[in-house]
């Protein structure tokens, strides 16, 4: 994927055992499929059915720490907030799929240090 | 030749006539939309609560008292938990009063996320109450309400 269409932020130090914020922004429509074009059709409703965030660590499997299943009451351009508490240092996996099937994902390595 | 009386008579039948194709068609949005009806709080409740029966605590739900657009509004969920393996928040559903479509956003979260906290962003369509509800991990059911003026809807029916 060429263009990167999701941000993922969190505190410049994160110490382990400590709970910090995760910060998500994805770039979509989030159509609702109750507008119309320019010539009057409608736009058919597409929005992210799923984004979740996985925990990627060496030798360790993967694990679920966040999933949102969206609908069309989130604004476009989805802004997602939540906290985790830092274990070890690994990298943190975001995938979505939305109503046109496109998916996306953006991989990040998570530095923990040590308390 | 056409009378000036004649073609004000054509033209207007012409125009009602237009007039009355358009109307047709808003009408029918409207009701594919179903938006405008405000539900009641069991309403609202009833799909997510699964058997549970829902109480107001534990959940503090934050969103701005004026909306000034519908499109987005900042939201966040707090809910009073441990977060631990025995008592944690599994999900927690956020339910509009007015929206179209009934159901907002489920997240999941559990006792790796250390403070049951959320935030996004929400497009509601008009004025309405705001219904966040968490499910704990032992079966319970708690919620909290907010009540949002939103000066600009978020369903604009095509214009």
């Given at each position: ?115 | ?16 006539g237009?007039l009355g194709l358009s109307g047709g068609q808003t009408s029918a949005w409207?009701q ?128």
């Amino acid at each position: 994927m060429a263009l990167n269409l999701a941000r993922m932020s969190w505190p410049d130090r994160v110490v382990a055992g400590e709970v910090f914020m995760v910060r998500i922004l994805v770039q979509h429509p989030m159509e609702t499929g109750y507008l119309q074009d320019n010539e009057g059709r409608t736009v058919p409703r597409n929005v992210i059915q799923t984004l979740t965030c996985h925990w990627v660590g060496e030798g360790m499997p993967l694990k679920e720490v966040f999933r949102v299943e969206p609908s069309s009451g989130i604004s476009a351009n989805p802004l997602f907030e939540f906290y985790l508490r830092a274990t070890r240092s690994g990298e943190l996996w975001l995938r979505w799929i939305d109503d046109a099937g496109q998916m996306g994902q953006l991989r990040q390595v998570l530095t923990v240090h040590g308390a | 030749m056409m009378q000036r009386r004649q073609w004000l008579h054509a033209s207007a039948a012409l125009g009602c006539g237009a007039l009355g194709l358009s109307g047709g068609q808003t009408s029918a949005w409207a009701q594919g939309m179903v938006s405008g009806r405000l539900r009641s709080l069991s309403d609202m409740l009833a799909p997510w609560s699964q058997g549970a029966p829902p109480v107001r605590q534990a959940v503090h739900l934050q969103l701005p008292v004026l909306a000034d657009n519908g499109h987005l509004v900042p939201l966040s969920v707090r809910v009073d938990s441990p977060m631990t393996e025995a008592d944690h928040v599994q999900e927690i559903v956020l339910v509009s009063q007015r929206n179209p479509v009934e159901r907002m956003a489920t997240f999941h979260v559990g006792p790796w996320s250390g403070r049951a906290e959320v935030s996004t962003r929400i497009r509601l369509a008009g004025s309405q109450m705001v219904l966040a509800l968490a499910r704990m991990s032992d079966g319970r059911c708690c919620y909290d309400l907010a009540d949002v003026i939103a000066t600009e809807s978020a369903c604009v029916d095509g214009s």
